[in-house]
């Protein structure tokens, strides 16, 4: 019989707590992320790039399950999985707690590589099929997209998470 290790799922009200002993975190906030492939892939690219949590919402995102854990090849024991009952309210959150919000859209004026991606930062991938939820995108700070200069009009939404997080990694380390 096989076991299925514990993930490293916060209850959300431990997010300050995490907070606090982070200098400049690095979250991913993933919006209506449903499809258990794709958490598992956005889970590996925020393991490979460093971050210090993953947020979600509790509804309209997929759960740790086995398949999750197995396309995460390990991330999704390691990088903390917060579900969070609210997520506009926790963004309030963050943002009371100087946290830039940074939201991906094709619809943005600027790209992200015009964007400052430095110091404390959450960025907010949404679903592939609707992207981030109105409410959820009022609460960015500001709003970028990937350029795109192929006919495709959109990337798989690990890909954009991987793009967006080794961006953000290039431009912290530099």
């Given at each position: ?44 690219c925020a ?50 707690h100087n ?26 991938i949404g ?48």
């Open positions: 019989m096989a076991h299925i290790k514990m993930t490293k799922d916060y209850h959300e009200n431990r997010l300050l707590e995490l907070l606090e002993s982070i200098t400049n975190p690095l979250l991913l906030i993933l919006d209506c992320i449903t499809d258990p492939h794709n958490l598992g892939a956005c889970l590996r393991d490979a790039a460093g971050v210090h949590a993953v947020i979600v919402p509790k509804d309209r995102s997929a759960p740790i399950n086995a398949t999750v854990k197995k396309v995460s090849c390990g991330a999704a024991d390691n990088v903390p999985f917060i579900r969070v009952t609210n997520l506009a309210r926790t963004m309030r959150l963050l943002l009371a946290i830039w919000i940074i939201g991906t859209t094709e619809k943005a004026s600027s790209t992200l590589y015009q964007s400052k991606l430095i110091g404390s930062i959450a960025l907010v679903s592939e099929s609707k992207g981030i939820r109105r409410l959820t995108r009022e609460h960015c700070n500001q709003l970028i997209s990937i350029p795109m200069l192929g006919k495709v009009s959109c990337l798989n939404v690990s890909v954009a998470t991987g793009i967006c997080l080794f961006e953000a990694i290039r431009q912290r380390n530099t």
